[in-house]
């Protein structure tokens, strides 16, 4: 894709994030709004570009766009530019303010999830998607010791293959005290890893749990029962596992999991 086509791309792609009410709305302008988010401190845009066959080239053009310090949320879903890519992305101090970006599957490896880690420029991040890539245990511990990273709420790592030592390596971060929702689908985790989180204190704050197809089983209930690193959890997913209704039900009679409310079962 030329040069100019690519910008237009870009541009065309810019939402702007909007919270204003609907009374406001009515006496507001369009361009004003825009000119007050292009003017303002803070990001105001959503940048879409999922599955646009982006290179790294492009993605280099990307990160040199001048409107980019206005994006608040990207989305670089289903592209070509692979870790070479995201580390060029770490590298771009005009994503300082960026809170949400989503990586999904870009064939991404510990290579690229280092790179994100040791970032100077994404610290502002609170959601974080990174499913379908290809991030195992050392990229678990590259996220569980990031410092940059610290102040994740939401993370979600579906298909990847953690595998019960990239459990335990997340479980083992020092940082991690803020997620609030946690998503480790098709991760194969088991109950080895299931464990290490159930101990862990990055759990204390997790609300929402995601466990589909993890290979768990009937243990799995005792763990998360008798946990006590699970006091705000309000839902777990546990669809596609090896557990019985009747087992899991116990959940709901746990004194530890006071905030417990919402299973999702097969």
């Not at 894709?1 to 065309?12: D, H, P, Y």
């Amino acid at each position: 894709m030329s040069g100019s086509l690519f910008e237009s791309l870009v541009r065309n792609s810019l939402t702007l994030i909007t919270d204003i009410d609907e009374s406001e709305s009515m006496v507001v302008h369009e361009g004003d709004m825009f000119a007050r988010a292009e003017a303002s401190e803070d990001p105001k845009f959503k940048l879409e570009l999922n599955d646009k066959d982006i290179i790294l080239e492009e993605l280099e053009e990307l990160m040199r766009f001048p409107r980019l310090r206005t994006v608040k949320m990207l989305y670089l879903d289903e592209n070509s530019f692979k870790d070479e890519g995201v580390i060029r992305l770490a590298d771009t101090e005009a994503l300082h303010k960026l809170n949400t970006l989503s990586l999904a599957g870009n064939e991404m490896t510990d290579k690229g999830m280092r790179a994100l880690a040791a970032s100077p420029h994404l610290k502002s991040l609170r959601t974080l998607f990174l499913q379908h890539n290809q991030l195992g245990p050392e990229a678990m511990k590259a996220l569980a010791e990031s410092e940059t990273l610290a102040n994740l709420q939401f993370l979600y790592l579906k298909a990847n293959p953690l595998g019960p030592q990239g459990a335990i390596e997340l479980a083992r971060s020092p940082h991690l005290r803020h997620l609030t929702e946690l998503y480790l689908d098709r991760a194969k985790i088991g109950c080895e890893g299931l464990k290490a989180l159930c101990e862990s204190e990055i759990m204390l704050t997790v609300e929402k749990l995601g466990l589909p197809h993890n290979e768990l089983d009937n243990a799995a209930i005792d763990l998360l029962s008798d946990s006590d690193c699970l006091p705000n959890l309000v839902t777990i997913d546990l669809y596609r596992n090896r557990i019985s209704q009747s087992t899991a039900q116990r959940l709901k009679q746990s004194p530890k999991l006071k905030r417990f409310k919402f299973l999702q079962m097969d």
